[in-house]
């Protein structure tokens, strides 16, 4: 076959074929210290929203009274703390005339159901998520920032009760009002800084699950909700502060009924649950490497 001179110079020439290859990509386990990469986590925001919606849609799924768990529990909590501490324990009169003991109750388990919620979710989260964590990668810092945000339902839900309780008693809130979504925000933050040591520590051994509901409980006794924190000496006030939840209760009983400001022990609390907080994280991403082969 002849190729005429215009095909001729339409030949194309091909290079011998390169002989460099592309080096392989080698994955290799963390070491040491992790930093917080948030910048990851707002990428897997939707993620986020997907598992605080499933926790939701599923935590009421084929029960008969449905959301209304969310009103019933503290409801119940409250009169029982109202006949034995309040009535029974003359509480009642240490809290003044001026101020139900029932609303004084109830206005402590908002807060302390939130925590106590969001604090068994998250320290039992990735064990209960092990089929995710075990198949895909995503940040797995994830996985107990969802509960928090499903844990808002049931309060939403409960405030709703205890707003109309303010009504009937007639209680006005005053200026302080605009510091409660602070006081929500460290209750929930105090819940994921105690919950990632639990969850990590839950991945390894599972003793953990089953010394929550001892746990909750025994700091619930340690928390001002059935009785007020001035039974404790002034002294010792900033000692007992080293409970977050104390702080957290007292600030929000102060932003809705104006009681003495938590003071001292206010700033105890907060401090500790930052201590908590930044050493939870920390210890947490240490952890993360090993969740896929031990839970």
Do not use: C
């Not at 992790?34 to 499933?54: A, S």
């Not at 049931?154 to 205890?162: G, K, N």
Request: zero cysteines.
């Amino acid at each position: 076959m002849h190729l005429s001179s215009t095909e001729a110079s339409r030949t194309v020439h091909l290079d011998p074929p390169s002989t460099t290859t592309t080096p392989p990509l080698v994955i290799e386990p963390t070491h040491g210290w992790r930093t917080l990469d948030f910048k990851e986590l707002w990428r897997y925001r939707e993620l986020l929203f997907f598992l605080t919606w499933r926790d939701v849609s599923v935590r009421y799924k084929q029960t008969v009274l449905g959301v209304a768990w969310a009103v019933i529990q503290p409801l119940f909590i409250m009169i029982v703390f109202t006949i034995f501490f309040g009535r029974l324990g003359g509480i009642d009169q240490k809290i003044g005339k001026e101020l139900s003991y029932s609303l004084f109750a109830f206005s402590g388990l908002l807060p302390w159901m939130l925590f106590a919620y969001a604090l068994t979710e998250v320290s039992k989260s990735m064990v209960t998520n092990r089929n995710l964590i075990t198949k895909v990668y995503f940040p797995r810092l994830i996985v107990p920032l969802a509960p928090l945000l499903s844990g808002l339902v049931d309060f939403a839900i409960a405030a709703v009760l205890f707003t109309g309780m303010m009504v009937w008693y007639q209680v006005t809130p005053g200026w302080p009002i605009i510091l409660l979504p602070f006081f929500i925000l460290m209750a929930l933050i105090t819940s994921l800084a105690v919950g990632l040591w639990l969850a990590a520590l839950n991945a390894i051994y599972r003793d953990v699950q089953y010394t929550l509901t001892f746990l909750t409980q025994l700091w619930m006794f340690l928390t001002p909700i059935a009785y007020p924190s001035t039974i404790v000496p002034e002294q010792w006030r900033w000692l007992y502060g080293l409970n977050p939840m104390a702080g957290v209760v007292d600030g929000f009983r102060w932003a809705l009924f104006g009681t003495a400001p938590p003071g001292p022990m206010m700033a105890a609390s907060f401090v500790m649950m930052l201590l908590l907080l930044v050493g939870g994280l920390y210890y947490f991403r240490r952890m993360e490497r090993t969740f896929a082969d031990v839970v």
